[in-house]
């Protein structure tokens, strides 16, 4: 897969990520795209962390899947989910109130649920991203393979022609 098709699956993806669904929504029960809802700071911190968590999931699975080093990418990928969190409730629930003077939850909102809702949509990203990652993984396993494959019949076809002259 080439850098360019890379990118343009992770644009699309991170298109409907943040405003996919969003549209879809207004759509189906407005009959019109609601455009304050399909535009707000919050959506900006989204695409923020989605980008942030895919590109942290890409690049643990790129350390750690090739070298089925099963244990150490799971301990990475729980601190990706860690990262996700703390970097979401600093973006809408400390920087937000200063910028803007509201936060994404009610301010009594117990840590534990916090962590839970958050662990939810952290993983939506590592999946996500997990399986971009493991679809690029096999088709460039599966050129490298043909390469190889081609350049073992280039070396027998040259045995061939020596033994040959």
């Known amino acids: 897969m080439s850098r360019k098709q ?3 699956i992770y644009g699309v993806l991170c298109f409907f990520l943040v405003w996919g669904w969003d549209i879809i929504d207004s759509l189906k029960f407005y009959g019109k795209i609601n455009w304050e809802k399909a535009v707000n700071p919050f959506n ?3 695409l923020l962390y989605i980008i942030v968590t895919l590109l942290l999931t890409r690049f643990v699975l790129k350390k750690y899947y090739p070298a089925k080093k099963y244990g ?7 601190a990706v989910i860690a990262t996700f969190i703390i970097f979401r409730y600093l973006m809408e629930e400390i920087l937000f109130p200063l910028l803007f003077g509201f936060r ?5 909102v117990h840590p534990v649920y916090y962590a839970l809702d958050n662990i939810y949509y952290g993983m939506v990203y590592i999946i996500l991203g997990s399986l971009v990652f493991l679809l690029e993984y096999q088709l460039d396993s599966q050129k490298n393979e043909a390469a190889l494959k081609q350049e073992r019949i280039n070396a027998e076809l040259a045995f061939l022609r020596s033994q040959v002259s």
């Not at 150490?72 to 729980?78: E, G, N």
């Not at 994404?104 to 009594?108: D, E, H, K, R, T």
Request: net charge neutral; charged share 0%; no cysteine.
């Open 72 to 78: 150490q990418l799971f301990i990475a990928l729980l």
């Open 104 to 108: 994404n939850y009610a301010v009594n």
């Open 6 to 8: 890379l990118w343009i």
């Open 44 to 46: 900006a911190t989204q």
